[in-house]
């Protein structure tokens, strides 16, 4: 089981990207899938939860500015951010509650992609 997280780049205070976290392998089920983020010096935060009805819940830096939504059949996870910050600068990390077909639940993560805002 994989999580592939993509779509961090270089963006300008005010701007938006759109992170997407992939899950591949032998897969049975997927539970709750989240985005985390690490800034530098920092330690990793939470930035957003979705349950696999599409129950969504996010950290209080985040809301109103960043969306957390879910592809089931693509077994994808995806993070719309906007209104970008100097502060949002992390590298942002994919997280789910996977059940594979040989080992049942685990918690896995993917390898993290950096999101940088300039100012």
């Known amino acids: 089981v994989q999580l592939q997280a993509s779509g961090g780049g270089l963006v300008q205070t005010g701007g938006s990207l759109r992170l997407s976290c992939a899950a591949s392998?032998?897969?049975?089920?997927?539970?709750?899938m989240g985005w985390y983020r690490q800034a530098p010096g920092k330690q990793r935060e939470l930035v957003a939860t979705i349950t696999t009805s599409g129950s969504t819940s996010s950290a209080d830096p985040v809301k109103g500015r960043f969306t957390i939504s879910r592809d089931n059949a693509k077994r994808m996870a995806y993070l719309q951010m906007n209104s970008l910050t100097a502060e949002d600068t992390a590298v942002y990390y994919c997280?789910?509650?996977?059940?594979?077909?040989?080992?049942?639940?685990?918690?896995?993560w993917g390898r993290g992609t950096q999101v940088t805002v300039s100012s």
């Open positions: 997280n789910a509650r996977i059940r594979s077909a040989l080992r049942g639940w685990g918690d896995f």
């Open positions: 392998g032998s897969i049975s089920s997927i539970g709750d």
